[in-house]
C-alpha cells in the first residue's frame, strides 16, 4: 500500500518535473557531416539536457560522444562571457574585462585608422567552420567585411580539393544518397575514419554489412573505421592516385566495364583507357604498397559487385596528388556503370543540394572591385610578412576559426600573431591557442542559446537550430556581432538589422521544389525537413547520365580543366561563384607524386624519414573540447602511433615521450608502438592546445603548401623525424 503511494508521489513529482520542463529543437553546430537533430530540454531556464531526435532518419535519437553532455559544455566555468582587452603580453592570455561599447569603440577606431593609413585590405577576417549555420556560420561576416572593403579570404580546409575534382568530373551533382549505402552490397571507404567522423552514416554501412555487404576500407593505417571492415588495404599515403588508375586499368584490360554506359554518358574513353595502361597492378604495387594481386581482387570485386558504393573522405585531398586521385575514383562508377543501381556511385559533399540564396548571405555585390583574395593557409607567411604582400595585413579578426590549433605551419602563425603592431580581434567560446594573442576578445554564444539554420555536407536533411536559453553574460551570436559591428561602422543594408528568423526567411530558397512547399512553420513543428529528391531507397541520380558538365556527361577527359584551369569552388571562395583562371590542370586524372615521400623526395627525407598522418580524433572536434579535462580523459592525450621497427631503431619504448619535428617546428607526444602503422609513418591526431599539451601541437609541422587543385591543404603530405624527447 505505503508502496504504491510512493511510485504514486514519484509519479506525480514526475509529471510535475516534466510539466516544468520545455523543450525545443535544437541542430548539432558542429563542421560535422552528420549534423544531428537535437532536443533541449530547459527547466527554468537552465539547459539540463541535450539529446539527438529521435525521430530524424539519421540520427535515430543518438548523438556521439563529444556531444552526449552537451548541456554541460554550455555550462563551462572557462567559458568568455564578457568582452575583454588584453592586459598581458600578446600569447600570455592575461585580459581584463571591458563593455560592449569600449570594445566596438575600439574595434572601429583601430579599423578606420588602419583604413585610413593603409587601406582596408590590410584588414583579414580569418574564420572557418568552428559554426556551420547558414545564418551563424562560414559566412556570417562575409556581409560586413565586403562592405568594409577588407581582403577577402579564401578558405580551403576542407573539401575544396575534393570539390574541385568533383565538378570536373561529374559537375555541381550531389551524388548518391548516404541513406542508400543501406541497399549497397560492396561498401568502400576511401581515407575515411566513419566509426569517428561519420558515425551515423557509419550505422548505414553496418546496416548494409549485416544484410550481406562487404565493406572495404582503405587508408595508411589501422583506423578505428579499417579495424571493422571486411577487408583493409593500406596505402601509403599520397598515394592514392597509383591505386585508383591501376583499378582503372584491371576493369579495362579484363573487359569488366559498362560499354553501353560509358558510350552514351561519358566522354574520354579512350585518352583514360591510354593514360590507364601504363598503371599496371605491379607498377601501382611500388608505388602504393598494396600488393599487386589485391590490387587485382579489389578492382575485379569492386566492378564486378551490384550496388557498389564509394565513400572517399576529406582525407584523401591532402596531399600533392590527392585530387587527382578523386578524379580517377570519381571515374569509377561511370567505368562499371554502378551509377545504375540503388546504394552505387559515390557519396561526396552535397552542399549543392541546399536551396540558399548564398548571393545574399554573402553579399558579393558589396565587395569593392579589384579586392584582394588571400588564402587561410597561408596565414603564417601573411603574418610575418614573408608573403611580401602590399598593403599587409595590420588588423585581424577571427571568428568560428582557431588557426594556432587548425591551420598549417603554426608556430609561423604565433610569430606573426605576436607582432606588436597587429591589432587582432577574437570572438570565442574559450580562450584557445588564438584567442590568447587577442588585442580585443569578444564572448559567442554556443548552439542552445541562438537561433539558426543548418544544412549538411552528410546527408539531405536541414535542420532547425531553435534558441533554448538565454545567452550567459553578455555573449551575443555571430549575427548579433555583425549587427552590432554594421551599426559601429554606419552601414545600413536592412540585412545588417534582420533578426535570425527574418535571415532564415531571407536566405533559404523558399521557391525551389526541392522544400516542397514548406515554410519556416513545418521547421517549427518537426525541426527538420528532408529535401524534395527521391525515396533513398531507390534514388539513382545519374542512372541516365544527367551530369551537370559541360558536356552533360562524366568527364574523364575535362577540357574545362585545361582552358579554365585550376579553381576554388563554393563554398571555400564565399559561396557565390567558382574562381577561374588558375594554372591550367590536367584534363585526366592520374597520379601525382607526393611533395614529401622518401621515394619522391629523397632529400628531406634524409633528414626526416617519416610520414606524418594526422586525422581527427575520435573524442574532440577539430580542436573544440580538447581544453575539457574529462574530454581528454577520454580521448587520452596526444600519442605518436609508430610502428616496432621504426621505433626500435630510435629506441622508443612504450609510453616514452618522443618529440616529433622538421624544419617547420616540433610538437611532444607519447610513443604508442603498435604495428596499427606500417614502417615509415606515424600518425598523432588533431586537435589537442598547445596551451595544454606538454609542447605545441601536430600543425607545427604542416605545410602550407597547396594540394593540387583547389588550393587544398597537404596536411597528409609532411616529412619528420621522431625521436625521444631529451
Ligand atoms: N593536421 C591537420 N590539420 C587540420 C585537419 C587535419 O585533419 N589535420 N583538418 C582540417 C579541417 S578538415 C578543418 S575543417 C579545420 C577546422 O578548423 P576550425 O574551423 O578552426 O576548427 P574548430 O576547432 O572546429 O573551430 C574553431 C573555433 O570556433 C569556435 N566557435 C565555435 N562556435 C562558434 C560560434 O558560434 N562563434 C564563434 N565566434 N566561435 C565559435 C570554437 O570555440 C573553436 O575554437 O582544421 C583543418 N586542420
Ligand atoms: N570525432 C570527430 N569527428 C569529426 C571531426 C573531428 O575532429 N572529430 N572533424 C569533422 C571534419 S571538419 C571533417 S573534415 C571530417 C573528416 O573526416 P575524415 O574524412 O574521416 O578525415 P580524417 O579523420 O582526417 O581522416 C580519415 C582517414 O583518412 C586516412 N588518410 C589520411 N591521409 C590519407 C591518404 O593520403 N590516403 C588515404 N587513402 N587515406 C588517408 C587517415 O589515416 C584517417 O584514418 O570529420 C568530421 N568529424
Ligand atoms: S558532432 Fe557530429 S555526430 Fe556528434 S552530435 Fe554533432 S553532428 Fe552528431
Ligand atoms: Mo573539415
Given amino acids: ?171 555541381p551533382t550531389n551524388g548518391t544518397d548516404p541513406m542508400s549505402f543501406a541497399q549497397s552490397k560492396l561498401i568502400v571507404i576511401w581515407g575515411c575514419n566513419s566509426v569517428s567522423t561519420n558515425i551515423h552514416h557509419w550505422h548505414v554501412v ?247 539554420m543548418m544544412f549538411s555536407w552528410g546527408h539531405f536533411f536541414f535542420t532547425l537550430n531553435q534558441k533554448a536559453i538565454e545567452p550567459p553574460g553578455e555573449t551575443v551570436a555571430n549575427a548579433e556581432l555583425f549587427r552590432r559591428l554594421a551599426k559601429t561602422f554606419g552601414f545600413t543594408e536592412p540585412q545588417f538589422s534582420m533578426s535570425e528568423t527574418e535571415l532564415m526567411e531571407w536566405y533559404l530558397d523558399w521557391e525551389s521544389p526541392k522544400l516542397g512547399g514548406i515554410g519556416m512553420d513545418h521547421f517549427r513543428q518537426h525541426g527538420w525537413y528532408r529535401l524534395n529528391i527521391g525515396d533513398p531507397d531507390t534514388r539513382t541520380p545519374h542512372a541516365e547520365g544527367n551530369f551537370p558538365t559541360p558536356s552533360g556527361k562524366c568527364e574523364f577527359y575535362s577540357e574545362a580543366a585545361v582552358t579554365s584551369g585550376n579553381f576554388v569552388a563554393p563554398p571555400f571562395r564565399q559561396m557565390y561563384e567558382q574562381f577561374q583562371g588558375g594554372e591550367a590542370l590536367d584534363p585526366l586524372p592520374g597520379y601525382v607524386p607526393a611533395n614529401e615521400r622518401p621515394e619522391t623526395n629523397p632529400a628531406q627525407a634524409e633528414r626526416y624519414p617519416l610520414n606524418i598522418v594526422s586525422p581527427k580524433s575520435h573524442g574532440f572536434l577539430n580542436s573544440q573540447y580538447a581544453n575539457e579535462a574529462h574530454k581528454v580523459r577520454a580521448q587520452g592525450e596526444q600519442t605518436i602511433l609508430i610502428n616496432p621497427a621504426d621505433a626500435q631503431s630510435r629506441e622508443i619504448g612504450e609510453g616514452a615521450l618522443v618529440r616529433v619535428f622538421n624544419d617547420r617546428g616540433a610538437f611532444h607526444g607519447q610513443a604508442r608502438v603498435t604495428e596499427e602503422v606500417p614502417p615509415g609513418l606515424v600518425i598523432a591526431s588533431l586537435g589537442y592546445w598547445h596551451s595544454l599539451n606538454r609542447d605545441g601541437a601536430v600543425n607545427v609541422i604542416s605545410a602550407s603548401t597547396y594540394g593540387g587543385m583547389g588550393h587544398s591543404p597537404t596536411f597528409s603530405d609532411n616529412l619528420v623525424q621522431v625521436g625521444l624527447a631529451q
Avoid at 556521439?64 to 588584453?86: A, E, Q, S, V, W
Avoid at 572557418?128 to 572593403?149: C, K, P, S
Wanted: aromatic share 8%; net charge negative.
Fill in 206 to 452: 553496418k546496416e548494409a554489412q549485416r544484410h550481406g555487404a562487404r565493406v572495404i576500407v582503405i587508408d595508411p593505417y589501422r583506423s578505428r573505421t579499417a579495424a571493422q571492415a571486411d577487408w583493409h588495404l593500406m596505402p601509403k599515403p599520397g598515394t592514392d592516385g597509383a591505386l585508383a588508375m591501376a583499378m582503372i586499368h584491371v576493369i579495362i584490360e579484363e573487359g569488366l566495364t559498362d560499354d553501353d554506359y560509358i558510350a552514351r554518358h561519358t566522354v574520354g574513353f579512350e585518352p583514360l583507357k591510354e593514360r590507364a595502361q601504363a598503371f599496371t597492378p605491379e607498377y601501382a604495387a611500388e608505388i602504393c604498397g598494396i600488393p599487386a594481386d589485391d590490387i587485382r581482387q579489389l578492382a575485379r570485386e569492386y566492378a564486378t559487385t551490384r550496388n557498389a558504393a564509394l565513400r572517399p573522405g576529406v582525407a584523401v585531398e591532402r596531399s600533392a596528388g590527392g585530387a587527382q586521385a578523386l578524379r580517377a575514383i570519381f571515374s569509377l562508377p561511370a567505368l562499371t556503370g554502378s551509377w545504375k543501381d540503388p546504394g552505387g556511385g559515390v557519396y561526396q559533399m552535397p552542399l549543392w543540394e541546399f536551396p540558399v540564396h548564398w548571393d545574399r548571405v554573402c553579399r558579393p555585390d558589396l565587395i569593392p572591385e579589384g579586392t584582394r583574395v588571400l588564402n587561410v593557409l597561408k596565414l603564417g607567411e601573411v603574418l610575418t610578412g614573408e608573403a611580401g604582400i602590399e598593403p599587409g595585413i595590420h588588423a585581424l579578426m577571427v571568428y568560428n576559426a582557431n588557426p594556432v590549433s587548425n591551420s598549417t605551419e603554426t608556430a609561423k602563425i604565433k610569430r606573426g600573431l605576436a607582432r606588436e603592431d597587429l591589432f587582432t580581434v577574437v570572438s570565442e567560446h574559450f580562450v584557445t591557442d588564438t584567442a590568447r594573442y587577442a588585442d580585443i576578445l569578444l564572448p559567442a554564444t554556443m548552439a542552445a542559446e541562438h537561433d539558426d
Fill in 1 to 171: 500500500m505505503l508502496e504504491e503511494r510512493i511510485s504514486e508521489i514519484d509519479a506525480e513529482a514526475a509529471a510535475k518535473s516534466v510539466s516544468e520542463a520545455v523543450t525545443r529543437l535544437g541542430a548539432c553546430p558542429h563542421d560535422c557531416p552528420d549534423t544531428c537533430s537535437m532536443i533541449y530540454t530547459v527547466e527554468n531556464g537552465r539547459l539540463i539536457d541535450v539529446r539527438g531526435n529521435p525521430d530524424h532518419p539519421m540520427t535515430r535519437g543518438a548523438l556521439c560522444g563529444k556531444l552526449k553532455d552537451f548541456d554541460r559544455h554550455h555550462y563551462n566555468p572557462d567559458r568568455i562571457l564578457y568582452p575583454m582587452r588584453r592586459t598581458g603580453p600578446k600569447g600570455s592570455g592575461q585580459f581584463e574585462r571591458i563593455g560592449w561599447d569600449e570594445a566596438l569603440a575600439e574595434i572601429h577606431r583601430r579599423f578606420t585608422g588602419i583604413i585610413e593609413t593603409h587601406g582596408a585590405e590590410a584588414i583579414l577576417p580569418y574564420n572557418y567552420l568552428g559554426n556551420e549555420g547558414v545564418v551563424q556560420g562560414l559566412t556570417v561576416g562575409d556581409a560586413f567585411f565586403n562592405r568594409l572593403g577588407a581582403t577577402v579570404a579564401e578558405k580551403t580546409f576542407c573539401g575544396s580539393g575534393s570539390c574541385t575534382a568533383w565538378l570536373l568530373t561529374v559537375g
